[in-house]
């Protein structure tokens, strides 16, 4: 079975420009969850959806948003990029919900901003 | 606010030694306390898991001790080898999502 995967591996981006990352979940997988990974601040969590719908939000401002198809592919944008945003943003799927399952991580997509 | 505590930061080890991390938590809704590890340029993966029912959980050299008195789980790697110098997470969630993980471990495990 094919791993989670995220599309561009890396990205350069320049101050207040925005950016939109994609990930592709392992397949069965209906729920993605995205994380931000910085030297600083470590792993955070940014948001999860389920069935097209966010179910959680983690505490980042409304630069950040993200959607989930139909396919359970997800995407996740960042507008009015900051210096800060640059990072490693891990995208990881798991099975359905209620039950909690493992989350399997992508490889990321390195943003650098500029 | 960091809510699970993550130690050491780094720790190096020598071939053949245990390597113990230590992780504490202070929201006892979490349920669920997997560990990561990484290497650099790949995302986070899996190593091993525990709920709060059981107080140690063993998978090969990995075995995960849980306190849920003292809020606290570690990691411990018997016979650590070279492979297994990478980054290693602890993370604690509310029924499985939302995961909350520690700064991170940086283990060398030398010749």
């Known amino acids: 079975k094919a791993g989670v995967t995220q599309t561009p591996r890396y990205l350069i981006k320049t101050r207040g420009q925005q950016v939109t990352l994609s990930c592709s979940p392992i397949?069965?997988?209906?729920?993605v969850s995205w994380y931000q990974q910085t030297p600083g601040q470590g792993l955070q969590f940014l948001f999860e959806?389920?069935?097209?719908?966010?179910?959680n939000k983690g505490n980042f401002p409304g630069r950040f948003s993200g959607r989930q198809f139909s396919n359970s592919r997800s995407e996740m944008n960042v507008s009015t990029l900051e210096l800060g945003d640059s990072a490693l943003y891990l995208c990881?799927?798991?099975?359905?919900?209620?039950?909690?399952?493992?989350?399997?991580f992508g490889p990321g997509t390195r943003l650098l901003v500029l | 606010q960091q809510q699970v505590k993550q130690s050491p930061q780094s720790l190096i080890v020598q071939k053949g030694g245990i390597s113990i991390i230590n992780c504490a938590y202070e929201?006892?809704?979490?349920?669920?306390f997997p560990w990561y590890q990484q290497f650099p340029g790949k995302g986070p993966a899996l190593l091993i898991a525990?709920?709060?029912?059981?107080s140690e959980k063993k998978e090969g050299r990995f075995t995960i001790s849980f306190n849920k008195s003292a809020k606290q789980f570690s990691l411990h790697i018997m016979d650590s080898q070279p492979g297994d110098s990478a980054t290693y997470f602890c993370?604690?969630?509310?029924?499985?999502?939302?995961?909350?993980f520690g700064k991170g471990t940086s283990l060398l495990v030398t010749p």
């Open positions: 990881a799927s798991s099975l359905a919900p209620p039950s909690p399952s493992t989350q399997y």
């Open positions: 397949s069965g997988h209906r729920s």
């Open positions: 959806y389920f069935s097209e719908t966010q179910r």
């Open positions: 929201n006892t809704a979490f349920d669920y």
């Open positions: 525990i709920r709060p029912d059981v």
């Open positions: 993370a604690a969630s509310d029924s499985g999502y939302a995961l909350n």
